[in-house]
């Protein structure tokens, strides 16, 4: 399992090709969830601490919870890094990346954007962070050429709808 737990605390500036890679992997790696027992260890750990819960191990928590499948712990987990992010200033950089990832994840594509050129004005060679922004880019233009195509659709149907019925004003 430990291989499993987050490689980055933050991402890091690539010095190498071997590093660059790395990276691409581990980025790779975030749509695959965790096995439930790999995540249930992180949650125990979560819950034992209680209260009194520490910053890396709730850190820890939501990456997992990032990674799953589910919508609700993908929410879960945005949350939990949110509050670090708030509370925690001097953690705040390495949670841009995943508050970034978990954002995207769940579709809230500007509070992604937000979130990753904030990382990306601190690091701008961060190769996760520059392919995170293209993912989020390809997929607002995708959405956005799909609303415009339904609001064509919308329109066409609208005007033959109006032309019917207009014909049919003038026939009476």
């Known amino acids: 399992m430990g291989s499993n737990l987050p490689c980055i605390v933050f991402p890091t500036p690539i010095n190498s090709i071997a590093n660059a890679v790395y990276l691409l992997l581990d980025a790779a790696d975030a749509d ?10 992180l949650r125990a ?3 034992k601490e209680g209260h009194y819960v520490g910053v890396q191990t709730k850190f820890n928590y939501a990456w997992g919870l990032i990674k799953s ?3 609700g712990e993908q929410q879960e987990g945005v949350r939990l890094l949110s509050e670090i992010f708030r509370n925690a200033p001097e953690r705040r950089r390495e949670c841009l990346y995943y508050l970034a990832l978990g ?3 769940l579709g809230n594509y500007a509070e992604a954007r937000k979130y990753n050129d904030l990382l990306l004005d601190h690091e701008p060679a961060n190769l996760q962070a520059s392919s995170l922004r293209g993912l989020i880019d390809d997929k607002v233009a995708k959405e956005g050429l799909v609303g415009v195509a339904i609001l064509s659709g919308v329109t066409i149907a609208a005007g033959v709808v109006g032309a019917m019925i207009f014909k049919g004003a003038r026939r009476r």
């Open 32 to 41: 695959s969830p965790l096995r439930p027992d790999e995540l249930q260890v």
């Open 45 to 47: 750990q979560y819950e």
């Open 103 to 105: 954002n995207y994840k």
């Open 69 to 71: 499948s589910q919508r």
